[in-house]
């Protein structure tokens, strides 16, 4: 075990990665020499050479595009898109064909492929430069979308997604890439994708929650001293909607915590699961905690838009007293 | 002041419309029984286009993109091509897929809108046919990268129409692959239409193959009506794909329909088309065999009638085929999630299946 931040996890992970199979191939703008932007690839090409971690000309969908016909042709590429404010560039090929390519070949050809981009915001950065684009990925199926919250899950789920033979977009947070270490081990270990992690038992109710909001909703709920279930979602796309369903069961209160905005945003397909499922098992209605249904402003304004833990403490107040 | 950059095109024919050949062009590995399987092959092509037309016309395909008049580009390229290299459609390649080998009924199967007439055998080394305009030209720009990470020899050729080089992934794909040196041969089927938009509108380029200067790579054009002379480009720039991409604007007609759901006389005059018509692909590769007295009207109904009947077969073998609902789901992920297990689970138990099914069967 050697503590980590999520930066060195993801790091450690792509250097098991590349040293395991010589077809992961890494890359990406400014991936190589520069190590990436956040640095998640320090080192890589240095070890590994320039044919298996490289930086490419500066264009998204071409990134997108070349690693589903380097997956098609037998490689196993793991791309970094620099913001997932520019990854909307590789939209069309990510939806269009990443998506839809085993389903159109009746898995004649498959794409064992990962997309990385760092998402959400609370850095003060610019425009573009803090969304989180984790429901548009979700929506039309056959894409698999992750987003670790932890050193721990990232590493794992980095290689967990690299050893699928699917289409995966990885969100890492860029606010918890360097905001705490934990202890990760240092060998080759997967976290399962599709699985949510139940991260603190409770009785009186249960917040579903994911990315930069776990930690907030931990705080909150410590500060509140809440008798409260924490799930970490961890993977958005498929959902575990058998964790979420016997945890909402068991509390009977139910309330969802996400930075993208409120709007046809993930938490409205959690909550109508919910009411589907266990409507009649809940003493209150389902609530959700997210950002307003705006595009994400510019940092002066950031923290008037991000939930914080003011928001969730007063949002388990409300629930508590339904 | 001084010259920054100096470039320009080459055009090359080899085989004129009256089946002359440019004897200093003509490709030396090329025999009269390689240009049979040529001319075999493309009046399959035309068969085939005839056929999917009219069954689509009848309501037994779905909307459908003719390929007629364009038959030397794809053959010719086709038969460039060596055994390992992969081939990368768009939408309009049926020939490129009836030269590799693929068969017809898989293509029908694919025209009656089932996705099972994607299930392209990994040897064959081709992509299925893609829909968004030049979104393909990355895929085989990565793929051709990948042949050269994993030493394989083998390169690609990928596809693009006229209006797709307006595209941005067109560029884009160009640009990766000369910057590394990938074994790709983008094909421009520059068939002078985008649906409505004529060639001259498309771009102020006085030609295409002078968009592969940006990328800093060769681009050629050439009489895409004249199977030998794209045979010859095609063959050059594969054998030179070792140092990296070329750039190949094949220039051809769409003597018919953009596709079936579009009718061509509400935008360009027939006149237009009847010039084109007097550079048929097919009539001059006729010409040259006929004057080597390799061909004439007998073998030429023993031709038509063999193309009807192995079209025949596979259009009964493709219609025979039943669609399984259920495959929808089962091919989505490398494994079942339990949300989809569940809706499948639902779908397969429900009176709307069972409706759909019902009506399916009676042709409703």
Same mark, same amino acid.
């Given at each position: 075990?050697?503590?980590?931040?999520?930066?060195?996890?993801?790091?450690?992970?792509?250097?098991?990665?590349?040293?395991?199979?010589?077809?992961?191939?890494?890359?990406?703008?400014?991936?190589?020499?520069?190590?990436?932007?956040?640095?998640?690839?320090?080192?890589?090409?240095?070890?590994?050479?320039?044919?298996?971690?490289?930086?490419?000309?500066?264009?998204?969908?071409?990134?997108?595009?070349?690693?589903?016909?380097?997956?098609?042709?037998?490689?196993?590429?793991?791309?970094?898109?620099?913001?997932?404010?520019?990854?909307?560039?590789?939209?069309?090929?990510?939806?269009?064909?990443?998506?839809?390519?085993?389903?159109?070949?009746?898995?004649?050809?498959?794409?064992?492929?990962?997309?990385?981009?760092?998402?959400?915001?609370?850095?003060?950065?610019?425009?573009?430069?803090?969304?989180?684009?984790?429901?548009?990925?979700?929506?039309?199926?056959?894409?698999?979308?992750?987003?670790?919250?932890?050193?721990?899950?990232?590493?794992?789920?980095?290689?967990?997604?690299?050893?699928?033979?699917?289409?995966?977009?990885?969100?890492?947070?860029?606010?918890?890439?360097?905001?705490?270490?934990?202890?990760?081990?240092?060998?080759?270990?997967?976290?399962?994708?599709?699985?949510?992690?139940?991260?603190?038992?409770?009785?009186?109710?249960?917040?579903?929650?994911?990315?930069?909001?776990?930690?907030?909703?931990?705080?909150?709920?410590?500060?509140?001293?809440?008798?409260?279930?924490?799930?970490?979602?961890?993977?958005?796309?498929?959902?575990?909607?058998?964790?979420?369903?016997?945890?909402?069961?068991?509390?009977?209160?139910?309330?969802?915590?996400?930075?993208?905005?409120?709007?046809?945003?993930?938490?409205?397909?959690?909550?109508?699961?919910?009411?589907?499922?266990?409507?009649?098992?809940?003493?209150?209605?389902?609530?959700?905690?997210?950002?307003?249904?705006?595009?994400?402003?510019?940092?002066?304004?950031?923290?008037?838009?991000?939930?914080?833990?003011?928001?969730?403490?007063?949002?388990?107040?409300?629930?508590?007293?339904? | 002041?001084?010259?920054?950059?100096?470039?320009?095109?080459?055009?090359?024919?080899?085989?004129?419309?009256?089946?002359?050949?440019?004897?200093?062009?003509?490709?030396?590995?090329?025999?009269?029984?390689?240009?049979?399987?040529?001319?075999?092959?493309?009046?399959?092509?035309?068969?085939?286009? $005839?056929?999917?037309?009219?069954?689509? &016309? =009848?309501?037994? @395909?779905? %909307?459908? !993109?003719?390929?007629?008049?364009?038959?030397?580009?794809?053959?010719?390229?086709?038969?460039?091509?060596?055994?390992?290299?992969?081939?990368?459609?768009?939408?309009?390649?049926?020939?490129?897929?009836?030269?590799?080998?693929?068969?017809?009924?898989?293509?029908?199967?694919?025209?009656?809108?089932?996705?099972?007439?994607?299930?392209?055998?990994?040897?064959?080394?081709?992509?299925?046919?893609?829909?968004?305009?030049?979104?393909?030209?990355?895929?085989?720009?990565?793929?051709?990268?990948?042949?050269?990470?994993?030493?394989?020899?083998?390169?690609?050729?990928?596809?693009?129409?006229?209006?797709?080089?307006?595209?941005?992934?067109?560029?884009?794909?160009?640009?990766?692959?000369?910057?590394?040196?990938?074994?790709?041969?983008?094909?421009?089927?520059?068939?002078?239409? $985008?649906?409505?938009?004529?060639?001259? &509108? =498309?771009?102020? @380029?006085? %030609?295409? !193959?002078?968009?592969?200067?940006?990328?800093?790579?060769?681009?050629?054009?050439?009489?895409?009506?004249?199977?030998?002379?794209?045979?010859?480009?095609?063959?050059?720039?594969?054998?030179?794909?070792?140092?990296?991409?070329?750039?190949?604007?094949?220039?051809?007609?769409?003597?018919?329909?953009?596709?079936?759901?579009?009718?061509?006389?509400?935008?360009?005059?027939?006149?237009?088309?009847?010039?084109?018509?007097?550079?048929?692909?097919?009539?001059?590769?006729?010409?040259?065999?006929?004057?080597?007295?390799?061909?004439?009207?007998?073998?030429?109904?023993?031709?038509?009638?063999?193309?009807?009947?192995?079209?025949?077969?596979?259009?009964?073998?493709?219609?025979?085929?039943?669609?399984?609902?259920?495959?929808?789901?089962?091919?989505?992920?490398?494994?079942?999630?339990?949300?989809?297990?569940?809706?499948?689970?639902?779908?397969? @138990?429900?009176?709307?299946?069972?409706?759909?099914?019902?009506?399916?069967?009676?042709?409703?």
């Amino acid at each position: 075990m050697v503590l980590m931040n999520m930066v060195a996890a993801l790091n450690n992970a792509l250097d098991l990665l590349l040293k395991e199979n010589d077809k992961v191939v890494v890359f990406g703008e400014d991936v190589g020499k520069d190590g990436g932007v956040f640095r998640v690839t320090d080192g890589l090409m240095q070890k590994y050479g320039e044919n298996r971690v490289f930086d490419t000309p500066l264009a998204e969908s071409m990134i997108a595009g070349t690693a589903i016909g380097m997956a098609a042709g037998g490689l196993r590429p793991i791309a970094e898109m620099q913001f997932a404010g520019f990854m909307f560039l590789s939209f069309s090929q990510m939806v269009n064909h990443a998506a839809r390519y085993r389903g159109r070949t009746r898995s004649t050809i498959t794409l064992p492929m990962v997309v990385r981009t760092p998402v959400s915001g609370g850095v003060r950065t610019l425009e573009h430069h803090s969304e989180n684009p984790e429901i548009y990925f979700s929506h039309m199926g056959g894409l698999i979308v992750v987003e670790p919250s932890n050193p721990y899950d990232a590493k794992g789920l980095l290689i967990k997604a690299a050893h699928m033979d699917d289409p995966v977009v990885f969100l890492e947070p860029t606010k918890l890439y360097r905001l705490f270490k934990q202890e990760v081990p240092e060998n080759m270990y997967e976290v399962p994708i599709g699985k949510a992690a139940t991260i603190q038992e409770g009785d009186d109710l249960t917040i579903i929650t994911w990315g930069t909001m776990v930690p907030v909703v931990k705080n909150a709920v410590a500060n509140k001293k809440a008798n409260a279930e924490i799930i970490d979602l961890r993977t958005i796309n498929p959902l575990d909607e058998k964790t979420i369903l016997s945890s909402v069961k068991k509390t009977g209160k139910a309330m969802i915590v996400h930075e993208a905005s409120l709007t046809f945003g993930p938490g409205a397909e959690i909550a109508a699961r919910i009411a589907e499922k266990a409507i009649f098992e809940l003493d209150a209605p389902v609530m959700r905690v997210a950002s307003p249904s705006l595009p994400y402003p510019y940092p002066g304004y950031e923290n008037f838009y991000i939930p914080n833990e003011k928001k969730v403490e007063e949002a388990i107040d409300k629930l508590m007293s339904d | 002041m001084k010259k920054a950059f100096d470039g320009s095109v080459n055009y090359y024919q080899v085989m004129d419309e009256l089946g002359n050949i440019d004897q200093s062009l003509f490709p030396r590995d090329l025999d009269d029984n390689k240009i049979l399987e040529m001319y075999r092959y493309m009046s399959l092509a035309r068969a085939l286009d $005839a056929k999917a037309l009219s069954l689509q &016309r =009848q309501g037994r @395909a779905v %909307t459908y !993109a003719p390929l007629v008049g364009e038959e030397a580009t794809q053959i010719g390229s086709a038969m460039a091509l060596g055994k390992d290299d992969y081939f990368v459609p768009n939408f309009r390649q049926q020939g490129v897929f009836l030269a590799r080998g693929f068969g017809m009924d898989g293509l029908f199967l694919y025209f009656r809108g089932y996705e099972e007439g994607n299930m392209i055998p990994r040897n064959m080394h081709a992509l299925p046919g893609a829909v968004p305009v030049s979104t393909q030209m990355q895929h085989a720009a990565g793929l051709a990268f990948a042949q050269k990470y994993l030493k394989t020899g083998a390169s690609v050729i990928g596809f693009v129409g006229d209006g797709g080089t307006s595209e941005g992934d067109f560029y884009e794909a160009l640009n990766f692959a000369g910057v590394t040196k990938s074994p790709l041969v983008a094909i421009i089927e520059n068939n002078q239409w $985008a649906i409505s938009m004529p060639r001259s &509108r =498309q771009t102020a @380029a006085q %030609t295409l !193959a002078q968009k592969a200067i940006a990328a800093g790579i060769p681009g050629v054009q050439v009489d895409g009506n004249d199977v030998i002379g794209v045979y010859k480009v095609i063959k050059d720039a594969l054998a030179n794909a070792k140092n990296g991409p070329t750039l190949v604007e094949c220039i051809t007609y769409r003597m018919s329909m953009h596709t079936t759901a579009d009718d061509p006389t509400k935008y360009r005059p027939q006149e237009d088309v009847d010039v084109w018509k007097k550079r048929d692909p097919i009539a001059r590769v006729r010409a040259y065999l006929a004057k080597k007295n390799l061909w004439n009207d007998q073998k030429e109904q023993a031709l038509t009638d063999q193309n009807l009947r192995s079209i025949d077969e596979a259009v009964e073998k493709a219609e025979s085929f039943k669609g399984d609902p259920a495959s929808i789901f089962e091919h989505v992920y490398s494994y079942m999630p339990d949300i989809l297990q569940e809706e499948l689970d639902a779908a397969a @138990a429900s009176n709307f299946w069972q409706q759909q099914q019902t009506q399916q069967e009676n042709g409703e």
